[in-house]
């Protein structure tokens, strides 16, 4: 019974570097992803999150063997395990950033919340569950990313931004050739510009159009010819992809895709 017991609470140094360089694996696949998205918590910081998981699993379990058979002395493999799941989440709001009404940064916040979750089953033997949970994280990330993104391609606002001379009527025309295109206007924010324009220091305009769209093409349509407007100095689009990556106008603006 003795022999038993202490199996329980031993592992070999070999069963050490395995679990902690799986953990790394792990980690930095996950990582490796979000650093080619260009996120917040990319490739290092999943791995130092899934490797510290698992240390913190391995010190919980294995790390007060010798008080096992103390009287007084009651083993809980799982309290430093429960207190790294609810202290990982700075890490996660340190990802999260908020721009206007636009919230960035949940799905890594959430990705490094799970590689927590991940460096815990290497770190306590389970592998399955780590290889498992990695699996779906990718699949979840990669492919459903793409996937969802052509779902909701037409009901997503896209985001289009000009720098234009404060010229009398200029939103009018803007609002028209967009509503020849069947674009639908959702939001509008104008700022002041930060320069002024041409010899004469004529002041500049910053709008923000938050657009409702059928067909990416019809956007693309109606950019160039806004682009082509003597008041437009630039204009910069988001959230989709165009043919063109910069489409110079009559007055030497340009438009960055």
């Known amino acids: 019974m003795?022999?038993?017991?202490?199996?329980?609470?031993?592992?070999?140094?070999?069963?050490?570097?395995?679990?902690?360089?799986?953990?790394?694996?792990?980690?930095?696949?996950?990582?490796?992803?979000?650093?080619?998205?260009?996120h917040a918590a990319g490739f290092r910081t999943h791995i130092l999150v899934c490797l510290g998981s698992?240390?913190?699993m391995l010190?919980?379990?294995?790390?007060?063997?010798?008080?096992v058979n103390e009287t007084n002395v009651r083993v809980d493999p799982a309290r430093l395990a429960a207190q790294v799941i609810s202290g990982i989440g700075f890490l996660g709001a340190g990802a999260i950033m908020r721009?206007?009404?636009?919230?960035?940064?949940?799905?890594?916040?959430?990705?490094?919340?799970?590689?927590?979750?991940?460096?815990?089953?290497?770190?306590?033997?389970?592998?399955?569950?780590?290889?498992?949970?990695?699996?779906?994280?990718?699949?979840?990330?990669?492919?459903?990313?793409?996937?969802?993104k052509h779902m909701l391609l037409h009901r997503r606002p896209q985001e289009v931004e000009l720098e234009i001379v404060d010229y009398p009527g200029a939103l009018g025309r803007i609002a028209s050739t967009l509503g020849e295109h069947e674009i639908q206007i959702a939001n509008v924010k104008m700022r002041q510009g930060e320069e002024s324009a041409g010899e004469n220091n004529i002041p500049t305009m910053h709008i923000c159009f938050s657009l409702k769209i059928n067909k990416q093409e019809k956007l693309l349509i109606a950019c160039e010819r806004i682009s082509e407007m003597e008041f437009v100095l630039a204009m910069e689009a988001s959230n989709f992809q165009m043919q063109k990556k910069q489409i110079m106008n009559s007055q030497g603006g340009s438009i960055v895709i």
Do not use: P
């Open 99 to 148: 721009n206007g009404n636009m919230v960035k940064g949940l799905t890594t916040a959430a990705s490094v919340w799970v590689v927590a979750g991940i460096g815990l089953c290497v770190g306590s033997g389970f592998y399955m569950g780590a290889f498992l949970s990695t699996c779906l994280v990718l699949i979840s990330l990669y492919v459903l990313n793409k996937w969802e």
């Open 59 to 67: 010190l919980s379990i294995y790390g007060f063997s010798q008080f």
């Open 54 to 56: 698992a240390t913190i």
């Open 2 to 38: 003795g022999d038993i017991h202490g199996n329980i609470w031993e592992i070999t140094h070999l069963e050490l570097v395995f679990r902690m360089i799986l953990a790394v694996v792990l980690g930095g696949s996950i990582g490796i992803e979000r650093e080619w998205s260009n």
